[in-house]
C-alpha cells in the first residue's frame, strides 16, 4: 500500500472503528457511514479525501478491513470496533478445531492469570492463521502466538463469529481454552 494509502486507512479505521463523533459522523448500528457526510466532516480536520481515494484505499486495504454498501453510497469497517454506537448483527458460525491469537510476551501473566478480554474493542480477535497472528502480537512487542481451543468452546456455548475479512470473533477466552 502506498504511504498515503496507509495514512488514509488508519484515519478510516480511527473514525469508523472508534471515534466517529471526532468528525461529527454518525455510524449506524451495522456500522454504516454516508461517504459524502464522512469526506466533508475529515475536510473540516485537515483530511482531504474524495470517493476515488477512498476506494482506492478500501481495494488495496490488506486485511480488507473496510467495506462499500452496494450502492456505493456507504462505507464501514468490517470489525475491530470499540465504539458503540455500532453493534454488527453478526452470524453464529462454527469455529475450527483451533484458533491463533497474537500478543505481545509482556501481556502474557495477566492473559493466562485472567483469560483473553477484548480490551478497548467489543470483541477478542482471533486468526485461522498463525501466521497472522504473529503479525498482530508484533504490533505490541515481542509476539507470543496463542492457540485457543475455539471448537471446545463453541461446544460449550461460547458464541463465534466472523467478519467478512475473515477475522474470527468471540467476546472472551478462558485461562481454561489457552494454550501455547
Ligand atoms: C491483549 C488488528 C492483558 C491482547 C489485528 C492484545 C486484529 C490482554 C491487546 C485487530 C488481556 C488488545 C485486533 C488481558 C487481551 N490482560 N492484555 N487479560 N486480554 N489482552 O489491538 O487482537 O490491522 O485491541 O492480546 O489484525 O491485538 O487494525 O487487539 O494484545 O485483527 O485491521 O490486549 O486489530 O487489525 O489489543 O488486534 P487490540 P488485537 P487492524
Known amino acids: 500500500m502506498k504511504k498515503a494509502h496507509n495514512e488514509v486507512s488508519k484515519f478510516l479505521s ?4 472508534h471515534q466517529p463523533q ?7 448500528s451495522e456500522g454504516w457511514a454516508n461517504i459524502d457526510a464522512l469526506i466533508a466532516g475529515a475536510a473540516g480536520h485537515g483530511q482531504s479525501l474524495d470517493k476515488q481515494l477512498i476506494e482506492a484505499v478500501v481495494q488495496g486495504s490488506d486485511k480488507k478491513r473496510f467495506a ?3 450502492d456505493g453510497l456507504r462505507i464501514r469497517a468490517v470489525q475491530g470496533h470499540s465504539t458503540t454506537q455500532v453493534d454488527i448483527a453478526f452470524t453464529e458460525k462454527k469455529p475450527p478445531d483451533i484458533l491463533y ?10 492473559i493466562l492469570a ?4 477484548a480490551q478497548s474493542r467489543q470483541y477478542v480477535h482471533l486468526s485461522s492463521d498463525r501466521e497472522v497472528a504473529i503479525q498482530v502480537g ?3 512487542g515481542t509476539p507470543v502466538v496463542l492457540e485457543i481451543n475455539a471448537l471446545a468452546m463453541f461446544e460449550q456455548g461460547y458464541p463465534f463469529y466472523q467478519a467478512e475479512n475473515g477475522v474470527w470473533l468471540t467476546r472472551q477466552v478462558a485461562e481454561e481454552f489457552i494454550g501455547q
Open 114 to 117: 485472567e483469560g483473553l478480554t
Open 138 to 140: 508484533q504490533r505490541y
Open 68 to 70: 462499500l454498501s452496494e
Open 101 to 110: 491469537h497474537g500478543t505481545a510476551s509482556r501481556f502474557l501473566s495477566a
Open 22 to 28: 471526532a468528525i461529527g459522523l454518525e455510524l449506524d
Open 14 to 17: 480511527y473514525v469508523l472503528r
